[in-house]
């Protein structure tokens, strides 16, 4: 099918025209979101033949090439670094992959005003089975005045955030991405090598019918989750219920369906995992962001987690997020069983 490129509005034109609408912006975080969008293309290359490649095993090795075998994640990861550290802008980038942050030690790092904070790769067990994958992103101004950025910059609360987004390696890829006017997605057209926009204002449904947990640590979970699980499964008519349980187990893609369709994904704390699982600093607070942005809510199960005063780059959260009535419902059961003995129905 010929593209009609007149009616199609890539990324980069996107970023240029929202650039506009900010006063005194200088086009940095916009070369920021580009410099996201190029590592995202390569990335996406790689994902698309990690069979062929060799790359679904573990590092090390090398491949039929004659090239070293990276795992996914770990090239993820380069390919991210590389493309924000010769982009000057950031003078620290935190990752998953990385147990200490990473200054950008560029001589003219005190012209670098932004902190980004990634997942490379999330989800990356899935990519042995053919299971959409994605890389999430938060971006911060500096907290510091001038040189290498440093992990006060990296830890601050996510309503601070300037900017978050994620890439959906599935079906097809798409970057979707908030700067704090609204959410946006772009669909990658390999033809053009392009991401273009596909989903303009994106909305979460206020509603929605789809619950997505792991049902496996249920008798972990806090009794106010047990209680609504069991909500979900109940018949009723007229709230639409029993909901349908959908549970992929790469969180990028949970979260996206549910961003379109609706619904509510939950990763509480349980007793293996007391203080959560998921990353609150590169996983929730940007989807965090996001969701909010888009009219839904996102909680730790106490308070909103774009709040949450972080204490290190690598901290654990509890998440509950999605669709705005879904999560308050969540919120009634909480409120429900505050003060209760805290017990479990086996
Ligand atoms: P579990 C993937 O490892 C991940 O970080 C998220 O993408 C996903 O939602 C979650 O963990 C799955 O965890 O314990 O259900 O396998």
Redesign the pocket.
């Known amino acids: 099918m010929k593209r009609n490129l007149s009616n199609v509005k890539t990324l980069v034109q996107f970023i240029t025209e929202s650039q506009k609408n900010v006063l005194h912006a200088t086009g940095e975080l916009s070369r920021i979101l580009n410099d996201i969008a190029i590592a995202a293309k390569i990335i996406n290359r790689e994902v698309n033949k990690a069979g062929l490649l060799d790359m679904l095993g573990i590092e090390g090795g090398m491949n039929v090439q004659d090239e070293e075998v990276k795992k996914l994640d770990v090239f993820a990861n380069e390919q991210f670094i590389s493309a924000l550290s010769s982009g000057g802008q950031c003078c620290v980038i935190a990752s998953e992959e990385n147990d200490d942050i990473i200054p950008i030690k560029k001589s003219d790092y005190s012209k670098a005003n932004y902190v980004v904070l990634i ?1 490379p790769l ?5 990519i042995d089975v053919n299971v959409a ?2 890389s999430i992103f938060s971006i911060y101004k500096r907290v510091t005045n001038e040189g290498a950025g440093q992990v006060i910059d990296c830890i601050q609360p996510g309503d601070r955030q300037v900017a978050a987004g994620y890439i959906i390696y599935g079906s097809s890829t798409m970057l979707v991405y908030t700067t704090g006017d609204g959410v946006n997605g772009f669909t990658l057209d390999p033809s053009i090598g392009e991401f273009c926009l596909s989903h303009p204002n994106m909305k979460i449904p206020e509603d929605g019918f789809i619950y997505s947990v ?1 049902e ?2 249920y008798v972990e979970f806090p009794r106010e989750i047990q209680e609504y699980i069991y909500y979900c499964k109940t018949p009723d008519f007229a709230t639409g219920r029993p909901y349908s349980a959908r ?8 979260f996206h369906r549910n961003l379109i369709k609706g619904g509510i ?1 939950m ?1 509480p704390a349980t007793s293996k995992h007391p203080l959560g ?3 609150l600093m590169y ?1 929730c607070n940007p989807l965090a962001f996001l969701i909010e942005q888009a009219g839904g809510k996102a909680i730790d199960g106490e308070g909103r987690i774009l709040s949450i005063q972080p204490d290190s780059i690598h901290q654990r959260t509890g998440i509950i997020i999605g669709s705005k009535n879904m999560v308050e419902k969540v919120e009634a059961f909480i409120q429900l069983n505050l003060g209760k003995n805290v017990y479990r129905i086996k």
């Open positions: 997942d999330d989800g990356s067990s899935n994958i994605g792991n496996g640590n549970y992929i187990g790469s969180m990028v893609a949970d994904f990763y699982k998921l990353r996983e």
